[in-house]
């Protein structure tokens, strides 16, 4: 059974945090838009849905990973405060698409803006602790293709 070495501990703990530092300025900045977490997520999610896919509550669901009722609670709660529309699809009446208002746009991209500028400068840090994780998962498979299981345990990482 393969185990994690002290190192390889660290280098988790130390991405982890990383990513927490990251999020913690994130609802800091939206806070102070005076959205919440999910909200924020949501907009960006339909501003940046990939190419093909249409923005309905379903695959908003899927994107934030979050339940469809959940995603249907916040899009009520962004369209009262005049962020998002909803819209019939002119090729399929039946199906609801999502869209940002002017307003949306506005904060989005204010929002947006903030939060590239935060990865730019935190990001070699985030970046630098997933290559420390990155690395040990290769030491670790070089570790067991390399030594027998006896000699491995005596073998020390700094």
Request: proline share 4%.
């Amino acid at each position: 059974m393969r185990k994690l070495t002290l190192s390889g501990y660290q280098a988790l703990a130390e991405f982890r945090y990383q990513i927490r530092r990251f999020l913690h300025f994130s609802e800091q900045a939206v806070k102070k838009a005076g959205l919440e977490r999910g909200q924020y997520q949501l907009m960006l999610a339909i501003k940046g849905m990939p190419a093909g896919v249409r923005p309905r509550i379903r695959e908003l669901a899927n994107r934030l990973q979050i339940r469809h009722h959940s995603a249907v609670e916040l899009v009520n709660r962004l369209e009262a405060g005049g962020f998002v529309q909803r819209a019939r699809a002119q090729d399929d009446h039946r199906e609801v698409l999502l869209a940002l208002t002017p307003q949306g746009e506005k904060v989005l991209g204010e929002l947006a803006l903030h939060h590239h500028d935060e990865l730019r400068s935190a990001g070699p840090e985030l970046v630098a602790a997933l290559r420390r994780i990155m690395r040990e998962g290769n030491d670790a498979a070089l570790l067991h293709s390399v030594f027998p299981r006896e000699k491995r345990k005596t073998i020390k990482h700094p």
